[in-house]
């Protein structure tokens, strides 16, 4: 089942669009199953869960061979505390969900302890309801104009979420406005323009939709893996 759906969607996709298979809640297995139909970048979306799949793969790498599931990805979409952050940086190649300025600060300190730079995805907030956490656009286009002082961040664009609801065209809405500021930091800060490339919008319920609006990575976790436990 998992495998099925994991060929359709890559059948189903442009070429344009990565897709990244959320399995936070999901056992080992699954991530095994979807990896053997060809899938490379899963996402979590807590410190603990992550890191001990991480840990699960060491292990089976240990037993298997060092190639056993080679070419894996693991990003990052879930709110990152700072004090968490080394449960998470050494193994990701991104962190999608930077909601924060102290959370870029914080990344920007362990990047440079650890020597090593730290690919992400700023993380604006458009739907109505979630004020909490992301930036305003305001502060994302603040942040790139003094990129340069992130020298263990690698800025590479921006992730959204829509409002949830089943009224399409509030979805729309949100998913325009995201568009609109990926659009306006490209513009505006095209010296970043090579690494700042990726929009990532879409779930299970709203990724046709998130293509259209020019998504190119797609976060789906429940039309893969089934209803989270
Ligand atoms: C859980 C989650 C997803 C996947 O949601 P589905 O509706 O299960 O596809 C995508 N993005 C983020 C940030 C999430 O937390």
Known sequence: MIKEIVY????ELPATVKLVAVSKF????????????????????????????????????????????????????????TNKLKMVL???????????????????????????????LLEPHVAAEETKQGFAPEEVYEILQKSSEYDYIRFCGLMGMAT????????????????SIYDNCRERFDSLAAD??????????????AISYGSTMV?????IFGERG
Do not use: C
Request: net charge negative.
């Open 164 to 179: 949830f609801t089943d009224d399409e065209s509030v979805v729309r809405a949100d998913f325009a406005a995201l568009r």
């Open 26 to 81: 999901h056992p080992f297995e699954a991530i095994q199953e979807a990896y053997e139909a060809g899938q490379r970048i899963f996402a979590e979306s807590r410190p603990q869960e992550l890191l001990a799949k991480v840990k699960r793969l060491e292990e089976l790498r240990a037993e298997r061979g060092e190639d056993y599931m080679s070419g894996i990805q693991w990003h990052f979409i879930g709110h990152l505390q």
């Open 90 to 120: 050494p193994y990701v190649s991104l962190v999608q969900s930077v909601d924060s300025e102290r959370l870029l600060n914080a990344i920007q300190t362990w990047g440079a302890a650890n020597g090593k730079v730290i690919p992400v």
């Open 8 to 11: 359709r969607l890559n059948k």
């Open 219 to 223: 976060r789906i976790g429940s039309m």
């Open 196 to 209: 700042f490339n990726e929009f990532s919008i879409g779930m299970s319920d709203d990724y046709p939709l």
